[in-house]
């Protein structure tokens, strides 16, 4: 069994305020991640904050405001995950709730080691 | 509470659970006190305890080790599952479970008897370390120190709040029922405190014991019997004591004060137990105190019956006080002379002689044959060994009633 990085892009941005900390998102989330836990599928994840964030580039490591241009590219949070090939990584992808989103993208990646 | 906390954090946080649950109360009284009390009070509780677990959660993930590993608590540490597991934990039907969760960790078998009751009555009865102190009579410091040694012990065996699986359930099972058992007869028969029924007590034992009848896991014939058994026993609560608190025998109540209803629902349960083929303990038991529930009055018992569940019993679970009592049936049955012989037939006779019904119970029969000095003398020797006040007036005015 192999680690695989869940990369996704686009949906809702997590933005966290005083009255909510934990910015609110569909609990369909937990129910699909319950499966993942329910066949040893899961290993961590987190959302990334939506509307800061910086990006130092090249070799004079200039800081620029991130991230990009357009929402959809944007990073939203990553997942690792544990399947036994690049294929059954994305069947395993498929109920996630980020697919909800027109706009949301997930990349999928395997992690060395 | 504690006991969904305990999941939250795990059981070898106890400690914190307890403290989240102390916070959210002061919490409470202070609002409350402000701005009246809430429409939904307890849902105000639950709210309050949830955010502060929240809290305790995301500013603890690295500094304090939570294990993680736990399955129902992993998607604990993603901010994409982590609110709605939070809100998951705190709905009803998993709180239920919880509490019979927190009811089998307390009752592991590496936990003595004494402190399995003290961290129950804290964890999942809510009493404060000063009324656990009370009820057993002995310091606050006392019970502050087993209850430490119960957390101590959790924290050590990193105990999982599970219900056990089969094989083990069985023998499990025993356990929180003899727990609950000790909890209902302490309620029952406070051997310490100056109240000698403590109806808190008895209420939080039958509580504790219909979770157990209501989940599929522990609905096994010996619950139902011993929540029959509590239920007859409790029926006659607001007989056993005159309104100057002294006690009043069974021959001397009045039956018209006994709770018909909780005997009808006593029945129920006992039908219930009636199912498959174990006979427990608290079957015999149960049967015994529904024949005295059963009598219209004293003289009408059926002793005949009552005696021969307490033979069984004596073959089932052979101990001194069973004994004891199985010579009063014989008394009502066959005269003093009878039940003496009966008594002095009991083996263990030294361990007898500490138990202060056994020689009350020969300070009556003594009486009964007129033998005064000897009746004197026993009652004498009972009466130093009960520590309850109320105890000790019945059998001063034995005594002198033999004058």
């Known amino acids: 069994m192999k680690d695989y990085l869940l990369l996704f892009r686009g949906g809702p941005q997590y933005i966290p305020s005083a009255e909510q900390p934990q910015a609110p998102i569909s609990p369909d989330w937990r129910n699909w991640m319950e499966t993942l836990v329910k066949n040893g599928r899961f290993v961590a994840g987190q959302r990334l904050v939506g509307d800061t964030g910086a990006v130092l580039k090249g070799r004079k490591t200039q800081l620029t405001d991130g991230p990009y241009a357009e929402g959809k590219e944007v990073v939203a949070g990553y997942l690792i995950i544990k399947a036994n090939d690049l294929e059954e990584a994305a069947a395993l992808l498929k109920g996630c709730p980020i697919f909800e989103h027109d706009d949301a993208s997930t990349e999928i990646r395997e992690i060395a080691f | ?403």
């Open chain 2, 1 to 403: 509470m504690v006991a969904v906390l305990t999941k939250i954090f795990g059981a070898e946080h106890l400690a914190m659970a307890e403290d989240v649950v102390q916070d959210t109360l002061l919490q409470a009284m202070q609002v409350w006190s402000d701005k009246g009390i809430p429409d939904n009070p307890s849902a105000w509780l639950y709210r309050v305890a949830r955010n502060r677990a929240i809290d305790i959660i995301r500013r603890n993930r690295h500094a304090i080790q939570f294990d993680f590993s736990d399955p129902e608590r992993i998607l604990l540490t993603s901010s994409y599952s982590f609110t709605a597991t939070m809100e998951h934990f705190w709905q009803e039907e998993p709180v239920r479970d919880d509490m019979l969760r927190m009811m089998f960790a307390c009752c592991h078998p590496g936990i003595s008897e004494e402190n399995q009751l003290c961290i129950i009555l804290k964890t999942l009865c809510g009493f404060s370390t000063a009324e656990i102190a009370k009820a057993f009579l002995t310091s606050e410091d006392t019970i502050s120190k087993r209850l430490y040694r119960t957390r101590e012990f959790f924290r050590e065996k990193r105990l999982r709040l599970a219900i056990p699986s089969v094989p083990e359930m069985k023998q499990r099972t025993d356990a929180v029922l003899n727990a609950i058992y000790l909890l209902f007869n302490e309620g029952y028969n406070s051997t310490h405190a100056t109240a000698l029924i403590r109806r808190d007590m008895l209420e939080e034992a039958m509580l504790l014991c219909k979770l157990l009848t209501e989940h599929t896991h522990t609905q096994v014939p010996e619950t139902f019997a011993l929540m029959a058994l509590m239920c007859f026993h409790a029926s006659r609560t607001d007989s056993r004591l005159s309104a100057e608190g002294e006690i009043i025998l069974l021959q001397d109540q009045d039956r018209g004060k006994w709770d018909r209803q909780l005997v009808a629902t006593g029945n129920d349960y006992m039908n219930r137990a009636a199912s498959g083929h174990t006979i427990s303990q608290y079957h015999v038991e149960a049967a015994i105190a529904y024949e005295h529930c059963a009598a219209e009055n004293y003289t009408q018992t059926n002793w005949e019956r009552i005696l021969a569940y307490y033979d069984l019993l004596c073959e089932m679970a052979p101990s001194p006080v069973t004994e004891v009592n199985r010579a009063v049936a014989i008394m009502q049955l066959h005269g003093a002379t009878a039940a003496l012989t009966a008594l002095e037939r009991i083996t263990a006779q030294k361990k007898l002689s500490s138990f202060y019904l056994y020689n009350s119970l020969l300070g009556e029969l003594h009486a009964r044959l007129r033998n005064i000095p000897l009746a004197k003398k026993y009652f004498g020797i009972a009466m130093t060994q009960t520590q309850s006040a109320t105890e000790q007036r019945i059998l001063g005015s034995k005594i002198s009633a033999l004058d």
